[in-house]
Every structure is written in C-alpha cells, then in structure tokens.
C-alpha cells in the first residue's frame, strides 16, 4: 500500500474527488489541513486514513514541525498537493522526507511567473515580453518598457484575480492603487487573440492524458463584463490543425519544466494572425470544474487516473474522446437572493439529452459576487460529437437561460 500525504484535502471543493481517488487505487491517505476535521467534507473525511490539522498554511515553517511532528512512526511514500498555495511547501516536506516528485527549485519555477518565463525562454518558448516590478514607480518603468496595451498581474498569482489590462498610462495610475496588497507583480506584453488550456496528467516520466479547452471569451474579458455568460469548451479533437501550436508548446513546456508525474495546467493563446504564444503553468489541476469536463469529454474518472497515475505510473482507463464539452458559466441580474430563474425548462425541452449537468443556485439563495468567484451562481453542461453543435448549443445557453436576483 502506498502512503500518501495529501494537504488540503477539503478544500477547494473538487479536492475530496482527488482524496477519494487516492483511496480506490489503494493508497493510504493522511490528509494535512487547515479545517478541523469535522470541516472537512464528507467524502474526503470517509478516504483519509489519518487527520493532521496545521494552524495556518501562511506559516509553512509551523506547517512543516507539524507535520513532522505527527509523522513521527509512520511511514509516507508521496507527498502531493493540487492547490497552488501549499506547491512550495509540498516540496518542502518532499524534500525533508526524502519523496519523489517536484523539489523546492522547481515548485518555486511553477509559482513565481519571473522564474517559470526565465526557465521557458532558455528552452526557446514564445513567451509575452514582461518585466518584474515591486513599486509604483517600477511598474511605470515597466510599462514604458513594454507598451500599451498591457497585462499587470501577481508574479506567484493564480488564474485571473489581481489581473488587469492596461490600455494607457492614465489607465495604468487608476489600476494602481488596486495591486497595494500585492508584494511583487509581472508588467507584460498583451497577447491579443483567443486563449486555450493544455491540461495534463503525467505518469512515469511521460503525458499520459491530456486535455485542450477554449476560453470563450478569454476570462480577461469575462471578468470584466458582468452580462457575459463565460463559456469554456473541451475539444473533442485535439488533433485539429487550429490546436497544433498549442499542444507541440505544452509537449515542450512539459519538458522544458521537468514534469514527470501528476496534474499541470496550462494556459496559452493564439494570436489572430496564428501564432502561438504561452500564457502560464501550474503544478496543479485545473480549477472551475476543468477536470469534470475532461470526464465529459471521454466518459472516464480522471480523479481517480491522476491517483493512479501518482501512486503507479499508469494510466490505465479508455481515454477515447467521444464529445465535444461546453461549460457556460451563469451570473444572475440584480442584487440579493435569487428571485427566478427563466428558460431552463426550454432548454431541457430542446436540448436535454445533451445537458449532462445543471448546477444553478436555488431559489432564495445569495447571489454570489461575480467579481470574486469563478463559477459566478452556477453552471450549465452540455456535450455533442459536433463541435458546431456544441457552440451552439452553449451560445443558446447563454442568451436563453436567465437568473434574477432581488432583496
């Protein structure tokens, strides 16, 4: 059996599938956290073999004498993560116990943008032209630099918080005073064009499974737009000339960054005129449900094969592609508790056999503020062979269904 520390076992809310993954492939699962275990979900709470609660992960010196502390006597094989705050401290234990997978350098190459473009420009990917910058008068510096338009955004940051575009130095001194919290941040290039993922799970030295979704628009867009129903498609063909770039980058990114095993995600774009440029990479899973639609897409549990693929160096389910994948994200109007909602019996009318998951707020329910949450109030899954059909289908989504809210 093999003995498998696993921090953050409750959160975020996709990790008890992770845990639970763990434990139908036969690992042992001592889960390290910062809830009380009466906190933690069910689902992880009935995987995990033993509990150790740390006080904050803030402190990641603390988190490692408790930990060791609790470890003494018992035998760990892997130490593994998949939420971007503990990668550097998952490391740390890793390298204190003597476990295989990412080191410290490493973990701090995936966490730190400067780092991570240092390392990939050595290896001859396109990459945004970007500079680091600590102070207001640095980030002007930087600016002048890089020229307008241009992207701000945290060097160890995760998704699109804290990310803004920039179009003119006016602009630039009104979005100052919003990065005063940030310690360190990256001034680059704005890569005009449609932004994609390269999703893999990594086993025994090599990519196993891979997946490929299209931002529609690209989230830079949907965060700052409150009407837009963001949309992420998964690609059934991944062979289609259009994805070409993408994939032969994120086979070099792979190896460029030294990934042998587990989950990364990938972000990358395609300019209007073709060309290829890389985004940014996690040692991580995708968030905002991306793993459900690599299910989707091939009808198979990819919890449970990056479990496998940890704990054995294999992937061994059926990983034909079957559909094409749309997640439209739902963003209520109004303010308050959800009042109504209107257009979902229509759709299932005319759609519904496609409709593979509606996860909506209820009735009475808090709208959630759209600007801090990934998923807004909630998500409509439809899937087809056709990749037209799926577009279609996830544009009706968008304008049809629609979400109230009132006090």
Wanted: aromatic fraction near 8%; charged fraction near 25%; hydrophobic fraction near 45%.
């Amino acid at each position: 059996m093999v003995d498998v520390l696993f921090l953050g076992p409750g959160y975020p809310a996709e990790m008890p599938h992770f845990v639970r993954g763990l434990a139908e492939v036969g690992a042992r699962v001592i889960g390290v956290g910062d809830q009380p275990l009466d906190a933690v979900p069910w689902m992880a709470r009935q995987a995990m073999a033993h509990y150790v609660q740390v006080e904050s992960w803030a402190d990641e010196d603390a988190v490692m004498r408790t930990v060791h502390d609790a470890l003494r006597g018992r035998n760990v094989d892997l130490v593994e993560t998949l939420w971007e705050p503990t990668v550097v401290v998952a490391a740390r234990l890793r390298e204190s116990i003597g476990a295989p997978g990412l080191g410290v350098r490493q973990a701090l190459t995936f966490r730190d943008k400067g780092l991570m473009k240092e390392a990939l420009a050595h290896a001859g990917i396109r990459l945004p032209y970007a500079f680091r910058a600590t102070t207001a008068d640095a980030v002007r510096q930087a600016a002048a630099r890089v020229g307008y338009p241009l992207i701000v955004k945290p060097i160890a940051g995760a998704g699109s918080l804290d990310t803004y575009r920039v179009d003119d130095p006016g602009e630039l001194e009104r979005v100052m005073p919003w990065l005063a919290h940030i310690d360190e941040v990256s001034v680059e290039e704005f890569v005009d064009g449609e932004e994609f993922t390269y999703d893999t799970i990594c086993a025994g030295g090599r990519i196993a499974h891979f997946n490929i979704c299209e931002y529609r628009p690209r989230p830079l867009v949907g965060k700052q737009v409150e009407w837009i129903s963001q949309q992420v498609i998964a690609h059934r063909d991944v062979d289609a000339p259009g994805l070409a770039g993408g994939r032969a980058m994120g086979e070099a990114v792979i190896a460029a960054m030294g990934v042998t095993s587990g989950f990364t995600h990938m972000e990358w774009y395609r300019t209007w005129g073709g060309e290829v440029v890389f985004g940014e990479i996690a040692a991580r899973a995708p968030g905002g449900r991306l793993v459900d639609l690599m299910n989707y897409v091939s009808d198979i549990d990819a919890f449970r094969g990056w479990a496998e693929a940890v704990c054995y160096g294999s992937f061994s389910q059926d990983t034909t592609r079957r559909y094409n994948v749309a997640q439209v994200i739902k963003r209520a109007q109004g303010e308050g508790r959800i009042s109504h909602v209107e257009g979902m019996e229509h759709l299932l009318s005319i759609m519904g056999e496609h409709i593979v998951n509606v996860d909506l707020l209820a009735v009475g329910q808090q709208r959630r503020d759209w600007k801090q949450v990934v998923l807004s109030d909630g998500i409509v899954v439809a899937r087809h062979p056709d990749l037209h059909a799926v577009y279609a289908m996830a544009d009706r989504i968008g304008t049809d269904l629609q979400m109230y809210a009132s006090w």
